[in-house]
Each structure stands twice: as C-alpha cells, then as structure tokens.
C-alpha cells in the first residue's frame, strides 16, 4: 500500500502544459493520475470530485487558471483580461463552498490585475506559473504548521491517543500533509509508533466515502491503527471514551468562527460537546473568509440524488421516484468549536478577534462576491 504521502494530489506537468491530478475517485483500488488542458475537463474533475478537498482544489484552481491562460492566443492585453475572467469564471463555477477555489483564482486574477500594464502577455503568462507554483508549495508549508499545532495538542493529551475525524481533510485534500490527518503524519515524524500510540477512527462519510476510501487508506497506508466507523457511530465511540479529540477540516470558515465542512460535521460537533471532547477545526487561512459574518452567509451544494441512492451499491437501494436530500457539505456553530487551528497558530473565540490579531484580513474578490 503506497504512503499517500509519496503521491501528489495536484501539480503541473513537466511540459508545464497540464494539470496532473490524482483521480480520488478510484481510490484505494486504484492509483491512476489525469493529466489536463481543457477547461471543461478540468471542470468536470473538480465537480466530480476527481481532485476534492478545499486546499486541493485550491492549488488546481490555480495551475488551471495558468494552464489555460497559457493558451490564450494574444498578444493584446485587455483581450487576454478579459478571456481570463471569463475563464475563471467558468472555473469557479464547478463547486461553490470551498472559498479555496475562488481565493486561488482571486488570488491569481489579482497579479494579472495588478502587474499588467508592466508586463507582455508572454511574460504575465511566465509570471502566472509561478505565482501557481508558490500557491502549491506555499500550502506544502501551511499544511505542515498546521500539523505541528495540533500534534501539540496531541503531545498533551498523550501517547495512545484516539483521534476521531469526518470526511478527509488528510495529504489528498492538499498538496501535502493534509490539515485535518496533518498532526498524524507531524506525530509518526517525531518517533510516535503509529501501532501504539495513535488510534484514528475515521468517519465513514456517506455519501461519498471520503472518509472510508481516503481517509482511512491514507492513515493506514502511514502505518496507523486505524478504523473506519459509519457515521452514525461517532457517538457510540464517543461514549465509549475511546476518542480523546476531534480534528475535522473545513471548507469555509466565516469571521464569527461558524465554519462550513462535509455534511455531518455539525452533528460530530454536537456529540462532542455532550461528551466533552475537544473538538478542533483545521483551517489553513486562505479557508478563513472574512467577508462572510457568519456561517449563514455561506452557500451549501447540493449534489445528484444518485449518490445517495445508487453510487458504490450494487444495486439501487431507495425506491425509485422517492425525494432525496443531498446537501454536500453543513455549517456547524462556532459555540460547539473548541478551537480553529491555522498554520499561524490556534485560534479561540472570540474567534473574530483572535483572527484579527493573526492579520487574518477580507480578501480581494473578482469572483465568488457576495
Ligand atoms: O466534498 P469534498 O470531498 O471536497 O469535501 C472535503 C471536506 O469537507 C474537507 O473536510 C475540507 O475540504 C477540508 S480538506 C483539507
């Protein structure tokens, strides 16, 4: 079973011509990687959730925009704004929670805006890679701060530590080390044994298996004791006293703290509180949207009935014609979070005012506005 840490999720071709992606959706059976040009394609493998995980689809938004941006046939610059807009627009529109998507286009379309009657539309084009390229190596970086936050966190709690999480928010969901399973791989660094001294329950995650297919293969690729629960035994395991913190990730998190994750998050959330256990979001701060007062602000997908009722069963397991709820991802109060790791360091409430204090600003935005 390969280290997923060995594996990367999303990153530019040699050619420096297409995105390479990690296709998540054949995982753990299958290791096939897609290699990216067309915009529609690109589209297609982020709405499917070939390349899924906020910070992921972040630095895919990115090598997108470059990637594509490359193609443009111009050397008059107003076209090529405008082309580019348009073509993060298009970009942006295949999946609206994770602000990791819109922040990474923003990011980019802001040096376009920003140094454009300064360079040709050769050298912006130059320039856009690397500023793609620092976007991916700069989360490398934040994922690994956010790590050691929270293997501190598990340095106190003790070796033989249970650590329950939903969802993945591990090395597939970034370009390396995961936020969420970030602390798991920071520990195994610093001599834990992953045998005994970590136990990693992961939420199965219905409907689309995240947790069972990515999370658990990750963390027991890395050599963990490590089980996958359905979700509705978190509370079970709970109770049991075998969880002693949660890590979840986020997509989006709002200026009061309430923060977006895959749906079920806000009932973990819940249980923890009852059961008093520390309940941690990671977040690295391009998750953080200050623009958004609070988690009502935030717009949750909604995804196809199918993956409900029909995907990974063998066959269709709800009657034909019935209503199905499909809301990808739930917004949890900022009151049931014990605090929000960010690889500037672990913030509490008031959560406004301790982001804030870490220079967490409102970014610029050219798409994804309110
Ligand atoms: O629908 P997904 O698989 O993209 O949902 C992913 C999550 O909810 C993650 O927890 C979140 O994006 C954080 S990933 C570091």
């Known amino acids: 079973m390969e280290n997923a840490l060995n594996m990367d999720t999303v990153r530019l071709s040699d050619d420096l011509k297409h995105v390479v992606l990690l296709d998540q959706t054949l995982l753990p059976n299958e290791t096939k990687y897609l290699t990216l ?19 992921a689809i972040g630095v895919c938004g990115a090598y997108a925009y470059y990637v594509l941006a490359n193609q443009i046939e111009t050397e008059n610059m107003d076209e090529f704004v405008e082309l580019c807009t348009k073509m993060m627009e298009y970009v942006n529109s295949s999946r609206p929670t994770a602000v990791n998507l819109s922040w990474a286009l923003n990011r980019m379309h802001g040096v376009l805006m920003a140094e454009k009657d300064n360079l040709s539309v050769a050298d912006m084009k130059v320039r856009l890679m690397k500023e793609a390229n620092d976007i991916r190596e700069e989360d490398i970086q934040i994922s690994r701060n956010i790590g050691q936050y929270g293997f501190e966190l598990l340095e106190k709690l003790g070796k033989g530590v249970g650590v329950m999480t939903h969802c993945n928010a591990g090395t597939l969901a970034t370009a390396k080390y995961g936020t969420a399973l970030a602390p798991m791989y920071i520990a195994l660094e610093n001599g834990w044994d992953g045998k005994k001294d970590l136990h990693v329950y992961c939420d199965e995650t219905r409907p689309l298996l995240q947790g069972a297919r990515l999370s658990a293969y990750e963390m027991q690729a890395a050599g963990i004791d490590t089980y996958v629960q359905c979700d509705n035994m978190a509370s079970y395991s709970m109770k049991e006293g075998k969880i002693g913190i949660i890590f979840v990730g986020c997509d989006r998190v709002a200026a009061n703290g309430d923060f977006a994750n895959k749906i079920g998050t806000s009932g973990v959330a819940i249980i923890a509180k009852h059961y008093g256990i520390p309940f941690y979001v990671c977040a690295p701060s391009s998750t953080i949207d200050m623009t958004m007062e609070s988690g009502d602000e935030i717009h949750i997908e909604q995804r196809p009935a199918n993956e409900v009722t029909e995907t990974w069963y063998a066959k269709r397991m709800a009657p034909e014609g019935v209503g199905v709820v499909n809301p990808c991802f739930d917004v949890t109060d900022h009151s049931l979070v014990t605090g929000i790791i960010t690889e500037k360091g672990i913030a509490y409430a008031p959560f406004k005012e301790s982001f804030e204090a870490m220079g967490i600003k409102p970014v610029e935005k050219f798409v994804d506005k309110k």
């Not at 067309?38 to 899924?52: G, S, T």
């Open 37 to 55: 040009d067309k915009a529609e394609d690109i589209w297609e493998a982020i709405y499917a959730l070939r390349v899924r995980g906020a910070p």
